[in-house]
């Protein structure tokens, strides 16, 4: 099968570009000595782990349930479900568990830490830290985390199994020093609450940190037992924006056909719209903004002049340009590459991977795990 061969809208992904990224981001972590385990949150993809993890040990981390049980399904038994637990959710948990899942759960409340133990399986749980990104989390060097740590502790059927943090507003640095000192804070912080539970008496075994802008820019991670980057394996034009990775290393795009073409505005319409890209605009913050998406040649990945997606309906996407669009070029039916602002947010709206390896052949299909 052909890239022409692909009704559109389509998810391409690039497993050349794939393997760079994941590779690069393994050395990284070996120099620093810190352990992956990758946030498969963007990727869903147990082909995609399957890269990801070969080559040292640790396990994967997950965003949802359902995303524990498919990889559980798959062979990825060592799982980190990295999204604040509910006590609905306990039973699901509980059940993963006894299917032989090394689930690890996470919480940063004392109530939910009650209902934990309280339930009578048996749970391995992190307790969140927020070291600066206000999402989820408590304060290092707070009460809350003594007290969550203790409830915790106290029951017979539960092991605290250390802490875990995300510095989310690494993606406001527009710099390397400034990931570089987020990357800091968010060690700091994970250390010390764990440095606080050891001296209370309390295990710490795992001292959790993951971004892919800190994982990328940190210069220090003593104290840290593994990190769980994400975004890393395909990148976007916001990780590019920000200076993480290169417009090159994006792996991921939306291939599309050109549907009409509006000469007098200077547009062309492509049948990828909103539910094929996502409506993201993290661009927007950025130097360079890139509408809902960059158009790129289908074959080559690379940028078709200054054309862009300047709006999405829900199955159109408008392409406009500062300059005059050459319209000889990009008949009806001509094909074109998207590439996306967030590969997260643009992934989850597709079943499939078609994966190329630097051509037109596409060369496999891998599926995606997708709901929750």
């Avoid at 690069?24 to 147990?46: C, F, I």
């Avoid at 090394?102 to 004392?110: F, M, S, Y």
Wanted: a negative charge; proline letters at 5%; aromatic letters at 4%.
């Amino acid at each position: 099968m052909d890239l022409d061969d692909l009704p559109t809208p389509a998810l391409v992904l690039d497993r050349g570009v794939l393997s760079a990224n994941i590779a690069r981001m393994n050395e990284r972590m070996r120099r620093l000595g810190v352990p992956l385990r990758p946030h498969l949150k963007t990727a869903k993809s147990a082909d995609v782990a399957r890269l990801a993890v070969a080559g040292h040990p640790g396990g994967v981390t997950v965003s949802t349930l359902h995303e524990a049980d498919y990889f559980l399904e798959r062979g990825f038994a060592d799982v980190t479900y990295a999204v604040g637990i509910t006590p609905a959710r306990l039973d699901g948990a509980a059940a993963l568990r006894r299917r032989g899942a090394d689930l690890k759960i996470i919480t940063d409340d004392i109530g939910v830490a009650g209902a934990i133990a309280a339930h009578g399986a048996s749970f391995a749980v992190l307790i969140e830290i927020d070291t600066g990104g206000a999402r989820g989390g408590v304060a290092p060097g707070g009460p809350e985390l003594l007290e969550i740590a203790r409830r915790l502790d106290g029951a017979p059927a539960v092991t605290l199994g250390g802490v875990l943090t995300h510095a989310g507003h690494s993606y406001d640095c527009r710099d390397e020093a400034a990931m570089a000192a987020v990357a800091e804070d968010e060690r700091a912080g994970a250390v010390m609450a764990a440095e606080r539970l050891r001296a209370a008496g309390l295990a710490c075994p795992v001292v959790s940190v993951g971004s892919t802008p800190t994982a990328r820019f940190a210069r220090d991670l003593t104290g840290v037992t593994e990190a769980r980057p994400g975004v890393y394996m395909f990148c976007d034009l916001f990780q590019a924006g920000i200076g993480v990775c290169e417009r090159g290393d994006i792996a991921l795009g939306v291939l599309a056909s050109v549907i009409g073409q509006r000469r007098q505005e200077n547009l062309l319409l492509i049948d990828a719209g909103a539910l094929a890209l996502s409506k993201d605009r993290s661009t927007a913050e950025l130097a360079a903004d890139c509408g809902f998406g960059l158009v790129c040649d289908a074959v080559t990945g690379r940028p078709h002049g200054g054309l862009k997606v300047a709006s999405v309906h829900q199955e159109h996407g408008i392409i406009a340009s500062d300059a005059p669009i050459p319209f000889e070029s990009f008949p009806v039916g001509a094909r074109v590459r998207v590439l996306p602002n967030h590969a997260c947010m643009t992934g989850a709206a597709h079943e499939t991977y078609n994966v190329i390896d630097g051509g037109t052949e596409v060369i496999a299909r891998w599926p995606r795990c997708n709901r929750w």
